[in-house]
């Protein structure tokens, strides 16, 4: 579809050049090539924004491994030294 419209808007372009009217069906033609382009750069700046919580949620869970397994290793610290108290 996409090399389907890129050739029409080429076609049309080649008739602009040479000075020619356009038809309903070219305009439209041009206006849905605008279209996609404009959708496609709002999905791209919506995937790098996806990208970017992703990054920062992994952080976040790196984050907490670290702090669970500074806890963990407090409490078996704290568990040995009540042991070896009784």
Same mark, same amino acid.
């Given at each position: 579809? *996409? *090399?389907v419209? #890129? $050739?029409? %808007?080429?076609r049309?372009?080649?008739k %602009? *050049? /040479? +000075? !020619? !009217?356009?038809t309903?069906?070219? =305009?439209?033609?041009l206006?849905?090539?605008?279209?996609?382009?404009? =959708?496609?750069? #709002?999905?791209?700046?919506?995937? *790098?924004g996806f990208?970017?919580?992703?990054? !920062?949620l @992994?952080?976040? $869970?790196?984050r907490? /491994?670290s702090? $669970? #397994?500074? =806890?963990?290793? !407090?409490?078996? +610290?704290?568990?040995?030294?009540t042991d070896?108290? @009784?």
């Amino acid at each position: 579809m *996409a *090399a389907v419209l #890129k $050739e029409a %808007v080429e076609r049309i372009a080649k008739k %602009v *050049a /040479s +000075g !020619r !009217r356009l038809t309903d069906g070219e =305009i439209t033609i041009l206006i849905l090539d605008q279209m996609i382009k404009r =959708i496609d750069a #709002k999905f791209d700046s919506i995937n *790098a924004g996806f990208d970017s919580v992703d990054a !920062r949620l @992994s952080s976040i $869970e790196d984050r907490i /491994s670290s702090l $669970e #397994k500074r =806890i963990n290793d !407090r409490v078996d +610290g704290l568990e040995k030294r009540t042991d070896a108290c @009784s």
